[in-house]
Structure formats: structure tokens, C-alpha cells
């Protein structure tokens, strides 16, 4: 599975997260078939069905490849980073980002491996995804709305995965291991935030943290984030910092949207929050901040925050 986010554990009160017993329900029985891949499938109406052969599917990956034709541009623009944004094909986006990972391209590798995260439940299984999205649209539940929409940007934007290109835990952790040490800080922060470090020393972890402070970068810190929170608890090496609580996590993800992460109703951050992870604005409008502000912190906790933000945001003495 994709590197979900990791704000269902402080959230409180998300009705979506409910309805994804049904996409979870259905997520377990492709993982049953894969195990078994002579099982029948049973369809939405009960109906068994047989699974597509491989060699259909990787003909239609063929035609759609073709049709494309030139659509794929052989660059990328100067800012590689926003084109995951908007309305991206996301699929010939990664194409084009792997042919620049492949010749060191650190940014490149780095972006493949959002691209991986933000599709891999997609991939996993795209007609069972799209089948899904049906079911909750049939559960008339207010919830459901703003979720089905967020999984159907989704659908939208990585047409192109299939499941046999594997975009798992492991594909994705490799990714972002081959983006860490051509030298790109934000995946060296998603591997510490993974528990994947690059080195497992006190004198790395703080290291890595105070890099990051000093890059101010948005991405960095938004990687860095759920590394920061109650996985951070009792971590001597991070004393001091930003660290440890059940505000930490937040505050990192708020501060990367302060330093220009885009996190706006649209973007990347908050579609991914709803379609993949469940947790999802009652109010379509909302960016990030004014949904954490909303659902995640209480009227007292407010002021702790900002001042956190505050900290994290500002200009180190000599830096």
C-alpha cells in the first residue's frame, strides 16, 4: 500500500474515514485473488467473472502508450516539482521524471516517488478502484461526496498504472532511497519518517532535522512531519526541537504550507489526504490550514500552534 498519511491518528471526528470499511472491504479481497490468482473475481451484481489476462491488459497498456504518441514531452520544466499540481497525466508526468532520475537527477527520483504514492492505490487495481467509487456514490451518504470526488481526481490524473507496475511500499521506498543519496533532503526526510533512516545515530537524526530547518524547504518539511510527532516521543537527539507531541506533526505540515507547499482545496496534499486517506474537509473549500484549524485543533490549542508554526518558520541566528 502507498505511504498513506498518517493525520488519521490524531483527527478526532472524520465521518469518511467510515466509508472506508467499504474500499477496505474490497481492497482485501483483490489482495485474496492476487494471492490466488486462479480465483474468480465476483463482480458488483454477484456475478463471477474471470480475471483479465495479463496479456490483454499489457496489450491495452500497448494501445494507450500509442495513443499518447507525442504528448510526452521529452523535458521538464524548470520547477519539476509543479506539475503534480493541476490537472497532470500524472503517468506520462512519471515517465518523462524517470528518464531524468536515471541520469542523477535527484529532484527527478524524488517526485517519481510522490507520483508512486499519490497513485499506488489507484494501480493496485484500476477497474476495482473505479468500481469502489461507484458503491460509495450508491451509499447516498453526505460524507461520501467530497470522497468519491477525491478518488475520482485520482482515477482522472494516474489513467496509465496498472497493477503489474507495482506501485507498493517497497517500489516507493526505493524511490525515495535512490532520490536520498543522489542528494535530494526531502526524501532523506521521508526515509527518517519511515523509519528508514539513512543512518540510525543521535548525531544524524538531529543533523537531519536541523538541515532541514535550514534548507526551508516546504517539501523537506512536509516529509519530515509525521517523523516529527509521537514517533519522536522520548528521542533524546531531538530535544528542544519541534518534536515529540501530538501537535509536532501538525505544526511541520503547517509550517511546509507557510513556506509555499501548495495546500490549497485542490492541491496534491489535501486530494491525497481524502482519496487515500480518508480524512476529508465537510467543506470543499477548505485549504489545509483552515481544515487543521477547524477539525484537528481546539480554540485553546491554537495559540501552541501558530507559536510552533512560528518557531519552525523563522530564520535561524547565523543560518
Not at 497498456?61 to 500524472?90: F, H, K, Q, V
Not at 531524468?100 to 527520483?109: D, I, K, T
Not at 499519490?118 to 451509499?139: E, F, H, I, K, R
Request: aromatic content about 6%; overall charge neutral.
Amino acid at each position: 500500500m502507498a505511504l498513506v498519511p498518517t493525520l488519521k491518528t490524531w483527527l478526532l471526528v472524520v465521518p469518511a474515514l467510515a466509508l472506508l470499511g467499504v474500499v477496505g472491504y474490497r481492497a482485501g479481497d483483490r489482495v485474496r485473488h492476487a494471492d490466488h490468482p486462479g480465483a474468480d473475481r465476483v463482480d458488483a451484481s454477484g456475478a463471477s467473472a474471470s480475471p483479465v489476462p495479463a496479456e490483454a491488459r499489457e496489450l491495452a497498456r500497448r494501445l494507450l502508450d500509442s495513443e499518447r504518441g507525442n504528448a510526452i514531452a521529452s523535458g521538464l520544466p524548470l520547477d519539476i516539482r509543479a506539475d503534480i499540481e493541476g490537472d497532470t497525466d500524472l503517468y506520462a508526468y512519471a515517465q518523462r521524471l524517470q528518464l531524468q532520475a536515471a541520469n542523477g537527477n535527484a529532484e527527478a527520483a524524488w517526485m517519481v516517488s510522490r507520483v508512486y504514492d499519490y497513485c499506488a492505490l489507484y494501480a493496485m487495481d484500476p477497474g476495482g478502484y473505479q468500481l469502489d467509487n461507484t458503491v460509495l456514490s450508491g451509499l447516498g451518504l453526505k460524507a461520501s461526496v467530497g470522497m468519491v470526488q477525491a478518488r475520482e481526481r485520482v482515477a482522472r490524473r494516474c489513467t496509465g498504472f496498472v497493477s503489474s507496475d507495482n506501485l507498493g511500499r517497497q517500489l516507493i521506498l526505493a524511490q525515495r532511497m535512490q532520490a536520498a543519496k543522489a542528494g535530494n533532503l526531502a526524501a532523506e526526510a521521508s526515509l527518517f519518517s519511515e523509519g528508514k533512516a539513512l543512518e540510525d545515530s543521535p548525531g544524524y537524526r538531529r543533523g537531519l532535522v536541523e538541515r532541514v530547518l535550514d534548507s526551508r524547504d516546504p517539501e523537506a518539511y512536509m516529509a519530515l512531519s509525521s517523523g516529527m510527532g509521537q514517533r519522536a516521543s522520548g528521542d533524546a537527539a531531538l530535544q528542544g526541537l519541534v518534536a515529540g507531541d501530538q501537535f509536532s506533526e501538525l505544526a511541520w505540515r503547517l509550517a511546509a504550507c507557510e513556506l509555499g507547499m501548495a495546500c490549497g482545496p485542490d492541491s496534491v496534499l489535501m486530494n491525497n489526504f481524502c482519496a487515500n486517506g480518508g480524512i476529508c474537509s465537510q467543506d470543499g473549500g477548505q485549504d489545509f490550514a483552515t481544515f487543521v484549524y477547524d477539525a484537528a485543533v481546539s480554540r485553546q490549542g491554537a495559540g501552541k500552534m501558530k507559536a510552533l508554526v512560528e518557531q519552525l518558520i523563522k530564520q535561524r541566528k547565523g543560518r
